[in-house]
């Protein structure tokens, strides 16, 4: 083991992981798509980090950015107004194209969560709160409940009045539903949710919460009449809308933020990750024009020693120009059908390969044992044969880097990729995937 390694294994907790168990790559360079290990290995990062490291590695205008305030003014407390704030919030707010709109900065997407979850109760004046099964929202107290995954079992039994629905998943929605076409999908679900705030009593709910597009748990994306038949529900019954921005937003699935996808308009989008591209740590709620003017006249219940930092701030002016200055958006129209072919090429191909979503470079390969009765690579929520990290094991040996989540491999590269470096990287998952097929036999 490496100096590096041998105290890094002596004094650091790693998340969501037995120590024991874990043998942390060291990172000694990063650059653009790739990173490198102390051994001068390469790997090819195909999932942007934690799908934040959108403009990749050493993006030479950001770090510049971070310098230049760390140089004028580092930090300064949030009740003060500084250029980089004023304009960090001009910037986030004109993306989401949400009139009138303002922005609460945060350090992280848990943490935006957080503070939306207070900002909707206090808005509302009601306390229930919806959030959907196999949606991740962060893992601290609150948001750590709206997760509606296994790593919420780590929260409970948490604070009252989180209620979780059932929302789009057809690949495997119960065996009794015949879907023949979006619409049903999205009718069925929708009844669903109705049917439970009214069980609930919408006089108790505050918010329903969604992200944009469902990303560590597999890239669920729901029909565009879910979308509008929520948006539809949560007015007729007074509920506010809340979108989760934190991994799909910032170009990801083509748009600056992936409601744009879909022709709604939510009442609330937290937001984090591709911000800055993870350079710096911020997050933010973005609150529409009705819940500006609340407050107002009413105390923002909500505060940070750290909210709207003065290097996130810079980082974010930035990195949004960055995204603008290299069309970020033209890029992955065009880099996202690249990559719709080639995984919709390995449904027939592979096997193992159950079913592949994809939206902009966004992306997920669902695995199975077989392909008829659908059952899972891996069990919902365990691993007993450490299956899937002999699968991450194959692409890494090969310099694939990504990670999988239940029995599903994420891949979502740096929206900076070049077709070329992905046909190459997607050549690996292939070759990989040959692999798995033999393993299923
Ligand atoms: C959709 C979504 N929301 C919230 C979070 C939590 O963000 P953070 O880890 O920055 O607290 C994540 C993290 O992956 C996420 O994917």
Redesign the pocket.
């Known amino acids: 083991m490496s100096a590096i390694k041998d105290k890094d294994r002596k004094y650091n907790l790693h998340s969501w992981s037995a120590q024991a168990k874990i043998s942390p790559i060291v990172v000694t360079k990063a650059e653009g798509i790739h990173f490198w290990d102390e051994d001068g290995k390469q790997f090819t990062d195909m999932s942007s980090q934690?799908?934040n490291s959108n403009l990749g590695h050493h993006n030479q205008a950001i770090i510049d950015a971070i310098k230049a305030q760390a140089e004028k003014v580092p930090f300064i407390g949030p009740a003060f107004a500084l250029e980089c704030r004023a304009d960090a919030a001009e910037a986030v707010v004109n993306a989401s194209g949400l009139k009138n709109a303002k922005v609460f900065f945060t350090n992280?997407?848990?943490?935006?969560?957080e503070n939306a979850i207070k900002i909707a109760r206090q808005y509302t004046k009601k306390q229930k709160i919806f959030s959907m099964y196999r949606?991740?929202?962060?893992?601290?107290a609150g948001?750590g409940m709206l997760t509606g995954e296994p790593r919420h079992f780590f929260n409970e039994p948490g604070g009252p009045g989180y209620v979780k629905y059932d929302g789009p998943y057809a690949y495997r929605a119960p065996k009794a539903c015949k879907f023949a076409n979006d619409d049903e999908v999205a009718d069925f679900y929708l009844e669903l949710l109705e049917n439970q705030i009214l069980y609930e009593g919408p006089e108790s709910i505050a918010a329903i919460w969604l992200?944009s597009v469902v990303?560590?748990n597999g890239i669920l994306i729901p029909p565009v009449k879910w979308y509008k038949g929520v948006r539809e529900l949560t007015k007729k019954y007074d509920i506010l809308m809340v979108v989760?921005?934190?991994?799909?937003g910032w170009y990801r699935t083509g748009k600056c933020f992936a409601f744009q996808n879909f022709g709604y308009e939510p009442d609330l989008v937290?937001f984090?990750?591709g911000v800055t591209c993870g350079y710096v740590?911020l997050?933010g709620v973005i609150v529409t024009e009705k819940i500006a003017k609340y407050f107002e006249d009413n105390s923002l219940g909500c505060g940070l020693t750290y909210s709207a930092h003065p290097m996130g701030c810079a980082a974010a002016v930035a990195t949004l120009k960055e995204y603008k200055k290299q069309d970020i958006e033209g890029k992955v129209a065009k880099t996202g059908k690249v990559l719709a072919e080639i995984l919709d090429s390995y449904v027939d191909k592979h096997a193992c390969v159950g079913q592949v979503r994809h939206i902009g470079l966004f992306s997920a390969i669902e695995l199975v044992k077989d392909k008829a009765t659908k059952e899972p690579i891996v069990p919902f929520g365990k691993d007993p044969e450490g299956t899937m990290n002999k699968i991450l094991g194959m692409l890494k040996a090969e310099g694939f880097w990504t990670y999988s989540h239940e029995n599903m491999i994420i891949v979502a590269p740096p929206l900076i990729i070049t077709e070329q470096e992905l046909r190459d990287e997607m050549a690996i998952m292939d070759k990989v995937l040959d692999s798995v097929d033999n393993m299923i036999k």
Do not use: F, I, Q, W
């Open positions: 934690l799908v992280a997407g848990a943490e935006s969560n949606c991740y929202h962060g893992s601290s948001a992200e990303g560590s989760d921005e934190v991994m799909a937290t984090a990750k740590p997050g």
